[in-house]
């Protein structure tokens, strides 16, 4: 009987350990977004209608500055701010109009938080050939 119930214990452990390694990266994502909301900053990045323009909206308190960071898949990076120690409320439209497709990252740094917020930029255009 003891046998049995170590053994249980045992598969029990294991399937919980195994789940632990298949946490989705969205509850990542929102863990990590609800820390840096409990120190003081929260983000939210959207899409105007009908153009390649998103809106990155930053609220944080008036005592740290905010280092906003635009990188590409490869790490490249696109655009670099540091803003206002004594501002709180960031708000910037980025125009990825020019941009080729791929992913973005938008890095939002505040005091030791960090936040990510990703741009997927697909874009479908026809083109034509005329031959003469």
């Known amino acids: 009987m003891k046998i049995i119930i170590s053994k249980i214990v ?22 990590k977004a609800e820390a840096a909301k409990l120190a003081g900053f929260g983000a ?7 153009t390649y ?9 008036e005592d740290s500055y905010l280092r906003i960071i635009l990188k590409d898949q490869l790490g490249r990076t696109y ?12 708000r910037r439209t980025f125009d990825f109009t020019d941009m080729a497709d791929g992913t973005y990252q938008f890095e939002l ?7 990510t917020k ?11 050939f005329i031959l003469q």
């Not at 323009?53 to 930053?58: A, D, G, P, Q, R």
């Not at 655009?79 to 960031?90: C, D, V």
């Not at 740094?109 to 936040?115: A, G, M, Q, T, W």
């Open 44 to 50: 939210s990045l959207f899409q105007l209608n009908n």
């Open 53 to 61: 323009k998103v809106k990155l909206s930053v609220d944080k308190k």
């Open 10 to 31: 045992l598969v029990a452990t294991l399937i919980c350990s195994l789940s632990s390694f298949t946490t989705d990266k969205k509850a990542d994502a929102m863990a």
């Open 118 to 128: 990703e741009v997927q930029l697909e874009t479908n255009q026809d083109r034509v």
């Open 109 to 115: 740094v505040y005091k030791d938080h960090k936040l």
């Open 79 to 90: 655009y670099n701010e540091l803003y206002g120690k004594k501002e709180s409320q960031y």
